[in-house]
């Protein structure tokens, strides 16, 4: 079997396609088509659907609102209402721009921020070791007891 080619940014997706470019299941997309006006697949005979690129830009903006920002189905369709399509398009492309314009160091400097301790951190994990000897030595004292 031979791979297939690769398609040009421009050529319509399949329902399966999308799907698992978008990581989600077949019947969230059609449910989301139930639930957003904006995404409107072309279809053909048998209902086969067909979406442009401009659908699969909408469907992602979807997904990200609702599972990455956590809006729920109903807050999700009130954003898109309020602010639009076009321009909730254009507040992810740009947000995809900062993304992907992160340099190494700024990744090693999160790493590095996320391992620094607080002194309240500190001190809490002193607390914690005190409190599991603690524990630890009565532990101890009640199985001398029961060995004897």
């Known amino acids: 079997m031979t791979p297939r080619a690769v398609k040009s940014p421009n050529a319509f997706r399949t329902i399966s396609e999308v799907a698992n470019s978008m990581g989600v299941p077949q019947h969230v997309l ?3 088509e139930s639930k957003f006006s904006q995404i409107a697949p ?4 048998g209902g086969r659907r067909y979406y442009r690129p401009e659908d699969v830009e909408i469907i992602e903006a979807i997904r990200n609102l609702l599972h990455e920002d956590g809006y729920t189905i109903k807050g999700a369709q009130k954003y898109l209402k309020e602010h639009g399509v076009k321009n909730v398009l254009k507040d992810m492309s740009v947000e995809n ?3 992907s314009s992160c340099t190494e160091n ?3 400097s999160q790493i590095l921020n996320i391992t620094k301790k607080s002194p309240q951190t500190v001190n809490e994990d002193a ?3 005190a409190s599991l000897k603690m524990l630890r030595n009565r532990l101890e ?7 004897i």
């Open 30 to 32: 059609r449910f989301w």
């Open 42 to 45: 072309m279809k053909r005979g």
């Open 97 to 99: 721009t900062q993304q």
């Open 106 to 108: 700024d990744y090693e």
């Open 127 to 129: 607390d914690v070791t």
């Open 141 to 147: 004292k009640i199985r001398r007891n029961l060995q």
